[in-house]
C-alpha cells in the first residue's frame, strides 16, 4: 500500500504540473519532492489508503482535467510570483507541507529586499524539509544576491551532488551549468558535468562542453591541455557512428593545434584520419599533400595527390581535378613530377601545345635553379609529346647531359 500512495501520488505530480502554466510547472514539480519522499517513510496505513482513494478519485475520470481545475480553485491564493501550493497539500498531512508556506515567505522577503530575514527563514523552514533540495537552491540564490559568492558556489556544488546521488541527473546538469556560469575558469564543475552528460548518453552536449574546455585552456596558452580536451572529445565522438562531422571538426581543431606547434606528422595523421571521414573534404586533401612536401617525403605527397585527383574524376569532376593540379603546379614550380601529371592530363585532353609550353616554362625554372637533372627528365617529357621543334629540344637536352 505504500508503493501504491507513491506511484499515486507521482501521479497526481504529472497531471498537477500538467494543469498551471509553463513558468510554473517546474516550481511545482519540484515542490513535490519532500511530500513524496515523506510518503516513502510514511508507516501509516490509514493515511496511505486515504491518499490511493483521494488521487484515485481526483483522476481515474473522463473529466478529470476539469475536476483538477476545480480542486485547484479551493487551494490557498498566492501573493504575485509565490510558489503554487501542490495539490497534494489537501490530500496529505505530512510534516513538509509547511515548506509552501515558508517559501512564499521567502519570495516576499526576497522581493521586498529584505535578504537577511529571507536568509532566516529558509533555515527555518530546513527543519520541516532538510533534504528539500530546492530548498537549498534557494539559500544558494540568496547567498548570490547578498554578494557571498564563493558560499552560494559550494552550496550548488553541494545540490548537485545530491541530484546525482538521486540519479536525477537533468537536475544535477542544471545545476553544474548555474556554477559554471558562475566560474567559468574552473574546470572541475566543467569535468563533472562532462562526466554526467556522457554517462546519461547526451554526446552532444558534452562534446559541446569539450570544445568549450579546450578552447578555455587555448586563450589561456596551455596548448598542452587544449590538445587533451580535444582529444578526449574525439574519443567520445568516435563511440558514435552518427558523429562524424564532430570527429572531422574536432580533428581539424587538433591539426590547428600542432600546426601552431610545428607538430608536423601529428596534424599529417589528424588530416587523414579527416580524409578517411570525408573524401571529399579539400583541405585535408590539400594539406596531407603540403605536410608531405614540407617533410620531404615527395612520392607519399604526389600519391596523395594521385589518389584526390582519381576521386574527382571517378565523379565526374575532371575539369575541377585539372584545375586542382595545375594550382598544384602554381604553388610548387619546381617539383617536376606535378608537370609530369599536368602535361599527361594535357595530352589526354588533345592540349599538346599547352603541355609543351608548360613543361617548357619549367624546365627554364629547373635550369635557372641549378636542378640539371630534374631539367633534363623535363625535356625527356617535352620530346615524348613528339613537338614541331622537337630537334631543338634535342640540341637542348644534349647540352644539358654535358653539364652534369
Known amino acids: 500500500m505504500r508503493q501504491a500512495s507513491v506511484e499515486f501520488l507521482e501521479a497526481l505530480r504529472l497531471a498537477d504540473a500538467a494543469s498551471v502554466s509553463p513558468d510554473q510547472a517546474d516550481i511545482l514539480d519540484q515542490l513535490y519532492e519532500p511530500l513524496v519522499e515523506a510518503q516513502t517513510q510514511s508507516d501509516d496505513a490509514q493515511l496511505q489508503q486515504q491518499l490511493c482513494d483521494n488521487i484515485s478519485g ?37 510534516r513538509s507541507s509547511q515548506i509552501v508556506e515558508s517559501l512564499t515567505t521567502i519570495y516576499q522577503l526576497e522581493r521586498a529586499g529584505n535578504l537577511r530575514s529571507a536568509m532566516e527563514e529558509a533555515f527555518y523552514a530546513l527543519q520541516y524539509a532538510p533534504t528539500y533540495l530546492h530548498l537549498h537552491i534557494t539559500i544558494g540564490e540568496l547567498l548570490l544576491k547578498q ?38 575558469v574552473e574546470m572541475h564543475p566543467r569535468a563533472r558535468l562532462i562526466e554526467i552528460l556522457t554517462s546519461m548518453g547526451y554526446n552532444e552536449e558534452a562534446l559541446d562542453e569539450y570544445m568549450e574546455v579546450a578552447e578555455m585552456h587555448y586563450s589561456m596558452a596551455d596548448r598542452g591541455k587544449a590538445r587533451k580536451a580535444y582529444v578526449d572529445a574525439l574519443r567520445l565522438a568516435q563511440q558514435s557512428a552518427g558523429d562524424r562531422a564532430w570527429q572531422v571538426r574536432i580533428l581539424r581543431r587538433l591539426a590547428d593545434l600542432d600546426l601552431q606547434t610545428l607538430d608536423w606528422r601529428e596534424a599529417l595523421r589528424s588530416y587523414e584520419q579527416i580524409r578517411q571521414i570525408d573524401p571529399a573534404d579539400e583541405e585535408a586533401r590539400t594539406r596531407l599533400v603540403e605536410l608531405n612536401f614540407h ?27 585539372l584545375k586542382v593540379l595545375e594550382d598544384w603546379v602554381h604553388e610548387e614550380p619546381k617539383r ?31 635550369v635557372q635553379s641549378g636542378d640539371i637533372r630534374s631539367a633534363i627528365q623535363v625535356i625527356e617529357m617535352i620530346l615524348s609529346l613528339r613537338p ?11 647540352q644539358l647531359k654535358g653539364r652534369v
Open 58 to 94: 481526483l483522476l481515474m475520470r473522463a473529466d478529470w482535467r476539469d475536476h483538477l481545475r476545480q480542486a485547484r480553485q479551493q487551494l490557498p491564493i498566492q501573493t504575485d510570483g509565490g510558489p503554487p501550493v501542490p495539490l497534494a497539500e489537501v490530500l496529505t498531512q505530512a
Open 147 to 184: 554578494g557571498q559568492v564563493t558560499e552560494a558556489i559550494e552550496k550548488f556544488l553541494a545540490v548537485a551532488q545530491a541530484y546525482t546521488s538521486r540519479g536525477e541527473g537533468r537536475r544535477a546538469i542544471s545545476m553544474y551549468r548555474r556554477v559554471i556560469e558562475l566560474t567559468p
Open 295 to 321: 617533410l620531404g617525403q615527395e612520392a607519399r605527397g604526389l600519391a596523395d595527390l594521385d589518389n584526390y585527383l582519381e576521386f574527382l574524376e571517378g565523379r565526374g569532376q575532371k575539369d575541377k581535378a
Open 336 to 366: 617536376v613530377g606535378l608537370y609530369q601529371r599536368l602535361a599527361g592530363r594535357y595530352r589526354q585532353a588533345g592540349r599538346t601545345g599547352e603541355a609543351v609550353a608548360l613543361l617548357d616554362a619549367a624546365g627554364e625554372v629547373l
Open 388 to 398: 614541331a621543334n622537337a630537334a631543338d629540344y634535342q640540341k637542348l637536352l644534349a
